[in-house]
């Protein structure tokens, strides 16, 4: 028994399969027992290189010392034993004399495994062909059967050639079709020839190797399905290889109709083309193609809307018969979003209303003409004979979604487990403001109350962390690492610190050195951000060594950080009793935290901050009756491609504060500052915006190159906090519209998405400048900074909530900056997305019953042409005008 132990420990495989072939089941069942005490104790730190020199051969012998089949599926599959793993070959032939029932069990369970366990295909593969069980079709078996496939460069044969010969290839071709996101890797092959899945599967249905009607049947149904895009390019380009012939097409017209209908933008065109040549050769009735029309015709894709049109009229104008069923269909576009398609829509029916056999028809395409937007259904009042327009005032009300309410933290966890468990999670996941602040403040009354109980709770946590490693041969330690040049990387790794602390894990003269060294100016525009909250990190670790506190001063009331002045006083009056030293750091954030903008409550906790009689009471009862708190001055500077503010000095928030806040009230400049840093982290922006929560624009400031970048580097996650900014308290000037603004016109969906909810989060609490934003965009649109078109999107999503008075409050500011160039004879090309940008400009109007003047507007709609541009300018300008309801 110990000689297997010791073969294993050595990494001699070879010698380990020697003494475990001449075992016998109870023997080897007599070894798992040291072979699993092995495994933990190299789990401790399996990168040494004992650890990977053994980890190969105690994964071929725990696979063979053990019974259970589950057990040995689990033992093969583990994560701990997946980077160094004993070779396929080596495994099959140790378990090879086993019985093939039992072989199909461990298989079968082993391909149950998620894709991520990479249980190799070989070994897999391998206990199939010796039990003679039915292959297993699960996601895990299917991806390493492709990838298998597909390594033909190591075999020199092609796709084709392997798949021929494959004994299992009706069962697994057939579970490819029904497999998750397979796609991606049957794309790494060719897309052509050969060596090409989408060909050679094609190939095998001409040659009656496989079925061909059961895998094109699989083959739809897959793209039916949906899924990634990766999915859908690959499925699509197998389906076009098929080359099916028209009988076969006719005989999936139900599927063509599904996936013209509902399918993603690739497949639903090619099923419209197909449909589009069945219905031209007469295969298709009046009925379906009505049918089809009213699902496509309401797809946001333009390009699949104009091509239905197209094919509806060229029906029509063939066959004049199929008028009373076709024109209604094409009169279901009235109610398009996008006018392009209303107009394409009138003017289909307008050509060819003549055909229309009965009165009911008519009507129904006068009524539809209801839908139309202002301008067309006063021409559609012509044509069609369709109620006037009416010219009664609009009477609108403007929708926006509720303000958020600020949500009041819970207390720090009473259990030491509780808030273990909750550490844990943070680590993790790094959470937002609540949570942080609540784990931040539940350690340091833990620690304060019973260190020895907190550790006890906190071990599993920490087992795991690098810095909780006490191998002499790291020679790189938790005190270099903390106090390294990048700072802390985030809140995470803050707590990190402090889990280090408790652990004996830094020197008390590294936390006191660490604690005090923040006395620079700063090297970046995010510095005293990331500054003053790390001295409050370093100053908390530094006190839970030397001198616990019961409990932090500077814990927020409110998930936005803001804290409450009656709950400041009473824990200072708390500490008053308890005689405990207030940390200056601590009172500091405490100070900057507590809400001043209410005079009245900051007046009454005011005069009880004084009844207190200690030199932080005074302190605190002269900062809340100084007022509001101060905004600096600020200044626009325009910095190459993008607009950026630079603010004065905060003198408020210099005088008695401790060295690592005073940068804050520091100017911001626009060229002075290094803005290369180590300041990453997405997650921390939200923890700055706590750090001033009545001051956004200061932290605004800090934070606007950030914000740009999604906008005029393409950048993605920087603008996920702006909800937050916009939810946080002070005044919302220059800074934080400029950063809306940006979101605004950000290359990623998700980061425009966050913007107009910061957007809308502005409006509900009216503090959002219409006016301001307005211009902010178009200046920023002339410079090249914020694309027109990427700032559509942002407009109809914010539309599309209600919002139209807000949206037209804006782009009547943004549009004349946008048209200037256009106004005058030689001018440049429009940029690209202003026409739809009036088209929402248009819709918003017509909603809201504006009336006034555009500059520039007129010169642009009185352009020669029909062009999308000018056709919204003159939409714009008549409704303008006129004043029409909607």
Request: charged share 25%; proline share 5%; hydrophobic share 45%.
């Given at each position: 028994?110990?000689?297997?132990?010791?073969?294993?420990?050595?990494?001699?495989?070879?010698?380990?399969?020697?003494?475990?072939?001449?075992?016998?089941?109870?023997?080897?069942?007599?070894?798992?027992?040291?072979?699993?005490?092995?495994?933990?104790?190299?789990?401790?730190?399996?990168?040494?290189?004992?650890?990977?020199?053994?980890?190969?051969?105690?994964?071929?012998?725990?696979?063979?010392?053990?019974?259970?089949?589950?057990?040995?599926?689990?033992?093969?599959?583990?994560?701990?034993?997946?980077?160094?793993?004993?070779?396929?070959?080596?495994?099959?032939?140790?378990?090879?004399?086993?019985?093939?029932?039992?072989?199909?069990?461990?298989?079968?369970?082993?391909?149950?495994?998620?894709?991520?366990?990479?249980?190799?295909?070989?070994?897999?593969a391998g206990l199939v062909r010796l039990s003679g069980c039915p292959v297993p079709t699960t996601e895990a078996y299917v991806h390493g059967w492709v990838e298998h496939i597909g390594h033909v460069w190591q075999h020199g044969d092609t796709v084709l050639d392997r798949l021929r010969k494959d004994p299992h290839l009706g069962r697994l071709a057939a579970a490819l079709f029904q497999t998750n996101d397979i796609g991606g890797r049957l794309a790494w092959t060719a897309t052509e020839g050969p060596d090409?899945?989408?060909?050679?599967?094609?190939?095998?249905?001409?040659?009656?190797?496989?079925?061909?009607?059961?895998?094109?049947?699989?083959?739809?149904?897959?793209?039916?399905?949906?899924?990634?895009?990766?999915?859908?390019?690959?499925?699509?380009?197998?389906?076009?290889?098929?080359?099916?012939?028209?009988?076969?097409?006719?005989?999936?017209?139900?599927?063509?109709?599904?996936?013209?209908?509902?399918?993603?933008?690739?497949?639903?065109?090619?099923?419209?083309?197909?449909?589009?040549?069945?219905?031209?050769?007469?295969?298709?009735?009046?009925?379906?193609?009505?049918?089809?029309?009213?699902?496509?015709?309401?797809?946001?894709?333009?390009?699949?809307?104009?091509?239905?049109?197209?094919?509806?009229?060229?029906?029509?104008?063939?066959?004049?018969?199929?008028?009373?069923?076709?024109?209604?269909?094409?009169?279901?576009?009235?109610?398009?979003?996008?006018?392009?398609?209303?107009?394409?829509?009138?003017?289909?029916?307008?050509?060819?209303?003549?055909?229309?056999?009965?009165?009911?028809?008519?009507?129904?395409?006068?009524?539809?003409?209801?839908?139309?937007?202002?301008?067309?259904?006063?021409?559609?009042?012509?044509?069609?004979?369709?109620?006037?327009?009416?010219?009664?005032?609009?009477?609108?009300?403007?929708?926006?979604?509720?303000?958020?309410?600020?949500?009041?933290?819970?207390?720090?966890?009473?259990?030491?487990?509780?808030?273990?468990?909750?550490?844990?999670?943070?680590?993790?996941?790094?959470?937002?403001?609540?949570?942080?602040?609540?784990?931040?403040?539940?350690?340091?009354?833990?620690?304060?109350?019973?260190?020895?109980?907190?550790?006890?709770?906190?071990?599993?946590?920490?087992?795991?962390?690098?810095?909780?490693?006490?191998?002499?041969?790291?020679?790189?330690?938790?005190?270099?690492?903390?106090?390294?040049?990048?700072?802390?990387?985030?809140?995470?790794?803050?707590?990190?610190?402090?889990?280090?602390?408790?652990?004996?894990?830094?020197?008390?003269?590294?936390?006191?050195?660490?604690?005090?060294?923040?006395?620079?100016?700063?090297?970046?525009?995010?510095?005293?951000?990331?500054?003053?909250?790390?001295?409050?990190?370093?100053?908390?670790?530094?006190?839970?060594?030397?001198?616990?506190?019961?409990?932090?001063?500077?814990?927020?009331?409110?998930?936005?950080?803001?804290?409450?002045?009656?709950?400041?006083?009473?824990?200072?009056?708390?500490?008053?009793?308890?005689?405990?030293?207030?940390?200056?750091?601590?009172?500091?954030?405490?100070?900057?935290?507590?809400?001043?903008?209410?005079?009245?409550?900051?007046?009454?906790?005011?005069?009880?901050?004084?009844?207190?009689?200690?030199?932080?009471?005074?302190?605190?009862?002269?900062?809340?009756?100084?007022?509001?708190?101060?905004?600096?001055?600020?200044?626009?500077?325009?910095?190459?491609?993008?607009?950026?503010?630079?603010?004065?000095?905060?003198?408020?928030?210099?005088?008695?504060?401790?060295?690592?806040?005073?940068?804050?009230?520091?100017?911001?400049?626009?060229?002075?500052?290094?803005?290369?840093?180590?300041?990453?982290?997405?997650?921390?922006?939200?923890?700055?915006?706590?750090?001033?929560?009545?001051?956004?624009?200061?932290?605004?400031?800090?934070?606007?190159?950030?914000?740009?970048?999604?906008?005029?580097?393409?950048?993605?996650?920087?603008?996920?906090?702006?909800?937050?900014?916009?939810?946080?308290?002070?005044?919302?000037?220059?800074?934080?519209?400029?950063?809306?603004?940006?979101?605004?016109?950000?290359?990623?969906?998700?980061?425009?998405?966050?913007?107009?909810?910061?957007?809308?989060?502005?409006?509900?609490?009216?503090?959002?400048?219409?006016?301001?934003?307005?211009?902010?965009?178009?200046?920023?649109?002339?410079?090249?900074?914020?694309?027109?078109?990427?700032?559509?999107?942002?407009?109809?999503?914010?539309?599309?909530?209600?919002?139209?008075?807000?949206?037209?409050?804006?782009?009547?500011?943004?549009?004349?900056?946008?048209?200037?160039?256009?106004?005058?004879?030689?001018?440049?090309?429009?940029?690209?997305?202003?026409?739809?940008?009036?088209?929402?400009?248009?819709?918003?109007?017509?909603?809201?019953?504006?009336?006034?003047?555009?500059?520039?507007?007129?010169?642009?709609?009185?352009?020669?042409?029909?062009?999308?541009?000018?056709?919204?300018?003159?939409?714009?300008?008549?409704?303008?005008?006129?004043?029409?309801?909607?």
């Amino acid at each position: 028994m110990s000689s297997l132990v010791d073969e294993v420990r050595a990494g001699r495989t070879a010698e380990a399969v020697s003494l475990l072939d001449g075992m016998t089941d109870a023997e080897r069942r007599a070894c798992f027992p040291e072979l699993k005490a092995l495994r933990k104790e190299l789990r401790a730190d399996q990168w040494t290189a004992q650890a990977r020199r053994a980890y190969p051969t105690l994964h071929a012998a725990g696979a063979a010392c053990q019974t259970g089949a589950a057990g040995v599926a689990s033992w093969l599959a583990a994560s701990d034993m997946r980077w160094w793993p004993a070779s396929p070959g080596v495994l099959i032939d140790l378990l090879g004399d086993r019985a093939p029932g039992w072989l199909g069990d461990v298989v079968h369970r082993l391909a149950e495994r998620p894709v991520s366990s990479r249980v190799p295909y070989e070994l897999m593969a391998g206990l199939v062909r010796l039990s003679g069980c039915p292959v297993p079709t699960t996601e895990a078996y299917v991806h390493g059967w492709v990838e298998h496939i597909g390594h033909v460069w190591q075999h020199g044969d092609t796709v084709l050639d392997r798949l021929r010969k494959d004994p299992h290839l009706g069962r697994l071709a057939a579970a490819l079709f029904q497999t998750n996101d397979i796609g991606g890797r049957l794309a790494w092959t060719a897309t052509e020839g050969p060596d090409s899945w989408t060909e050679a599967l094609a190939r095998l249905t001409v040659e009656g190797v496989l079925d061909r009607r059961a895998t094109v049947d699989a083959c739809l149904a897959r793209l039916l399905r949906g899924g990634p895009a990766a999915d859908h390019r690959v499925f699509l380009r197998m389906l076009k290889s098929f080359a099916l012939t028209r009988e076969e097409e006719r005989e999936h017209l139900a599927d063509w109709l599904a996936l013209a209908s509902e399918a993603a933008s690739v497949v639903a065109a090619h099923a419209q083309s197909v449909l589009a040549s069945l219905a031209l050769d007469g295969e298709l009735t009046a009925r379906q193609l009505a049918e089809l029309s009213g699902a496509v015709l309401f797809r946001t894709e333009k390009k699949l809307v104009r091509a239905q049109l197209v094919l509806l009229g060229k029906v029509i104008a063939r066959d004049a018969s199929t008028a009373d069923e076709l024109l209604p269909a094409v009169a279901q576009a009235f109610g398009h979003e996008d006018s392009d398609v209303q107009e394409r829509a009138l003017k289909l029916v307008e050509r060819h209303v003549r055909k229309a056999g009965t009165a009911e028809v008519r009507e129904e395409l006068a009524t539809a003409a209801g839908q139309l937007i202002p301008t067309l259904r006063a021409r559609a009042a012509q044509s069609l004979g369709a109620s006037p327009v009416a010219a009664e005032p609009v009477t609108y009300e403007e929708v926006l979604p509720p303000a958020p309410q600020p949500v009041r933290l819970a207390p720090a966890p009473d259990s030491a487990t509780e808030l273990a468990e909750e550490i844990g999670a943070l680590l993790a996941t790094e959470g937002d403001v609540a949570t942080f602040e609540r784990a931040l403040d539940g350690l340091v009354r833990h620690a304060y109350r019973d260190r020895d109980m907190l550790m006890e709770a906190l071990e599993p946590v920490v087992a795991g962390r690098w810095w909780n490693q006490r191998d002499p041969r790291h020679g790189f330690g938790a005190d270099d690492h903390f106090t390294g040049n990048h700072g802390l990387f985030n809140a995470a790794h803050g707590l990190e610190l402090l889990l280090a602390t408790l652990r004996g894990n830094l020197l008390t003269t590294t936390l006191d050195k660490a604690r005090r060294r923040w006395t620079v100016t700063t090297d970046c525009g995010h510095s005293p951000l990331a500054r003053a909250f790390e001295t409050r990190i370093w100053e908390v670790a530094y006190r839970i060594r030397t001198e616990p506190l019961p409990f932090l001063l500077s814990t927020p009331t409110w998930g936005t950080g803001l804290l409450e002045p009656d709950e400041l006083v009473a824990r200072l009056d708390e500490y008053r009793y308890l005689g405990a030293r207030v940390s200056d750091a601590d009172f500091a954030q405490a100070l900057l935290r507590v809400r001043r903008g209410d005079r009245a409550v900051a007046e009454a906790a005011a005069r009880r901050a004084a009844e207190l009689g200690t030199p932080e009471g005074t302190r605190l009862s002269a900062w809340l009756v100084s007022g509001a708190p101060a905004v600096p001055a600020f200044r626009r500077r325009t910095a190459q491609d993008r607009i950026l503010v630079e603010s004065a000095e905060v003198p408020e928030l210099q005088g008695d504060f401790p060295s690592g806040f005073r940068p804050l009230g520091r100017p911001a400049s626009v060229y002075r500052d290094r803005w290369h840093c180590y300041h990453w982290s997405d997650g921390m922006r939200q923890h700055w915006l706590a750090l001033l929560p009545e001051q956004r624009e200061v932290v605004a400031v800090r934070m606007l190159r950030d914000f740009s970048s999604v906008a005029v580097n393409d950048s993605r996650g920087d603008a996920a906090v702006l909800p937050l900014l916009a939810e946080s308290g002070g005044e919302a000037g220059e800074a934080v519209h400029l950063a809306v603004a940006y979101g605004l016109g950000a290359r990623h969906p998700e980061d425009r998405l966050a913007a107009v909810d910061a957007l809308l989060v502005l409006a509900a609490r009216g503090q959002l400048d219409t006016a301001r934003i307005g211009a902010d965009l178009g200046q920023l649109a002339r410079l090249g900074a914020v694309k027109p078109s990427r700032l559509v999107e942002s407009m109809r999503t914010a539309v599309a909530t209600g919002a139209n008075a807000t949206i037209w409050g804006m782009l009547r500011h943004t549009l004349p900056a946008l048209l200037a160039d256009l106004a005058s004879e030689g001018s440049a090309a429009p940029a690209r997305g202003l026409a739809d940008l009036l088209a929402v400009a248009a819709e918003c109007a017509e909603r809201t019953g504006a009336r006034e003047e555009i500059p520039h507007l007129a010169r642009t709609a009185d352009r020669r042409g029909s062009s999308r541009l000018v056709t919204q300018a003159r939409r714009l300008r008549g409704t303008l005008a006129q004043g029409v309801a909607a």
